[in-house]
């Protein structure tokens, strides 16, 4: 027994001393990007490049508190979220620096980075409305706004308000038309349900598979992989709000080089690497998004849906209007 | 229990002189008990003071909005829940316990320990599994569709009922298993005293037994609906908006941590006063055994009674872990081949690892604290311990974030010390290492190891510390030879249930794991975050797996 406690205590001492020795070129990322999608790409950068690349994942929010916490102590020279809304809120708390590059500038959008060059977006996420092949003809579909109409009535399916996506579309809505109609079009939808909000676009998509309703709005990376699985899934992609100055609702997961990052060079040069073609095409590859590179083709997969318009804004409203958005929709009873 | 404000006894065959001084020898025992157990409530405190100082930055907007909206909405929800899921683990826990300890039927020595194993299932994954085949698209309502045509008579799963239905079947353990260690130590002389004074076998069981056995059954429901509080993960699935969902929407969908946690401490409030008050309505009465009677022979149930109780049991076994198991084992093959690597062997070992620390690391300080408390009830002490037992109700990463914000202060503070000699120094001390984890499974975890022990304390007479003091046993060996065998039962179950919540733990894992640390909670993470629940199954399956050992350690360890 006394053996046992001694060795429990050696063990514990042990672990104790085992505090984590840092490489002097080595880049210490924060990703809210889950690891299966972020851990090849670092591999072949450091195959390429000879850095080493640390990693630790969680949820954006948690993430950002941690930053905030550690301080000027933070081991993190690199920030990645999956949505803008975390971007804008890390660089609004003074979590992230800014950088000039002219790499990036090249590399992405105007529209998809902070103006300041806080934040760049990597890959991006395209929210549009899906629908049931046999119920609906696409000529019926035009916008989001749309699908506020009486004629939808008992025939929308919607992810909960909570999905930080939704928060997303709603605050570029509320940038592209205003609060007060913004908030009219939410309570359309809302009296247009077919059933309760969804907690994941999968379980949506099932339903409206299922019957249960008839249009809906989901990230397109999601349709591809339930087409993937079930490749006579009677069910199709549209693109709204194609008009001039208009375009379909994109997030982009993206990255930054946090404020007091010990190696600033190399996190760049890190992001700089993470915008370029090859990095691009897996980056996005990978999850089926779209790259914001606009000198990369996006998969094979995704071209058979046709390419849309974005919506031109600066992504940054998302993060600007998120919680705008957010009590929006809890007025208007959207779960 | 204040063994030095009463009176002793002459001793037999003792010297009046001799008795003084091992008298005096035990008040400064008793005052040196007080320093660490002090100190530990100090360490499991502050986190949760970090919550309460949010109200430093008021968020008025956030508030005003919430007041007008939705929080009317919440708090009945979750009030809603809270009774929904407390009645379900009683009726459930508290009477499966009774019939596998105390009767005799077709199975019983099955489902005695079969129905500890839901505890190995994270809430959201039973919800998860849950809502796939019970809902609209699931294969329940299809087949129905496809044989009945339009069916709108089924009870929608994605509602009240369906969250207080998993979250009873998922945290039913805790009451049962706390009540069965309270059964089987409780012996027959309670029931057969009752039954010889005339009451029948109900009667028996409503006033006498049940009623012994309240610490326990409390203990157990307490934990249940502390985790019904800061569920997140299954609520989520369901989609059902309670007080810890607003807490996360102010945190992630405002950016308001603030206001977060300020929500969070008023959960915390509503938590302890519903701790005090069951303490005051226990009042006065105590909870010993009379003397360390025979384990009960079991009632043998015949014909009708014997099978209901075999298909009550049964049935509760099937919906809390055999579906979700099969279930979970089906979307586990199709992905056995791709998701399978070296690197589980590594990820076992590390949850594995951490779970028997923190279950060694946190039974030491219950015990410490439940040891204090029996020892000492002045107001310090006992507020102390209360509210050290308070972060088990706390949403886990709000918990997380207090935990860090202490660590990362200290670690601050150090570098800073450090500096002063070495402008150059980046080293750390605490964030980032195996420590920091494990204090903060200490906070969150203090209230699962305290409650089993606390009420295996309870039913210790003091009567036996009395006569073993008579006899010249000083306290650090009273704990040895009277305590620890006494308690065995009780540390055992708050070692299993550290054990497996540790294993569970997804958010403080996150935000607090060392570079590389990862865990099957966090893989569940990686593989729900992106919506691949499917392929979660995996790592959730391995995790009930793993769950099972400790689980056959206490079974074997108590079998009656």
Redesign the interface.
Known sequence: MRETYRK?LG??AG??L???A?AADEVVVYS?R????IKPLFDLYTKESGVPI?????????LL??LK?????T?ADVLITVDA?NLW?AA?SGLLQPVSSDVLDANVPAHLRDPQGQWYGLSLRARTIVYSTARVSPDELSSYEDLADVRWKGRVCLR?S?S?YN?SLVAMMIARLGPERAADVVKGWVNNLA?????????LM??M??G?CDVGIVNSY?FG?LQKERADVPLALFWPNQGEGDGVHVNVAGAGVTRHA?NVDGALKLIEWLSAPEAQRMFAGR?MEYPVNPEVDPNAELVQWGSFRQDPRNIADAGRL??QA??LM??AGY? | MRPDSQALHPGVGLDPGAQRREFSRHRALHRFWRVPSLLLAGVVVLPLLVVFAAWLQPEAEIWRHLADTVLAELVTNTLMLLAGVACGVLVIGVGLAWLTTMCEFPGRRFFDWALMLPLAMPAYVLAFVAAGLFDYAGPLQTLLREHFGPVSWVPDVRSAGGVIAVMTLVFYPYVYMLARAAFLTQGRATLEAARTLGLGPWQAFFRAVLPMARPAIFAGLALALMETLADFGAVSVFNYDTFTTAIYKAWFGFFSLQAAAQLASLLLLFVGVALVTERSLRGRARFHEARHSARARPQRLRGAAAWAASVAAGLVFFLAFLLPVVQLGNWALQSLATDIDARYVEILLHTLLLGAMAALLTVAGALVLAVTRRRQSDHLTRAAVGVATLGYALPGAVLAVGVMVVLTGVDNAWAALMRMFDEQWTGRLLGGTVVALLLAYLVRFMAVAFGPIESSFARISPSITEAARMLGVGPLEAVRRIYLPLLRQGLLTAALLVLVDVMKEMPATLMLRPFGWDTLAVRIFELTAEGYWERAALPALTLVAIGLVPIFVLVRRSAR
Do not use: H, I, W
């Not at chain 1, 640390?54 to 948690?62: A, E, H, K, L, Q």
């Open positions: 429990c063990l514990v672990l104790f085992l505090t984590p840092f809210s889950t690891e299966e999608l640390r990693y630790v994942t969680d949820s954006g929010g948690p508190a941690r916490a550690e301080g000027a102590n081991p809304g809120q609004e909960s909570k930080v928060q059933t309760a909000p969804f907690a994941n676009d999968t379980r099932e339903a598979a299922a249960q999601y992989r010990g999850n998120q919680a957010v009590m809890d007025r779960r």
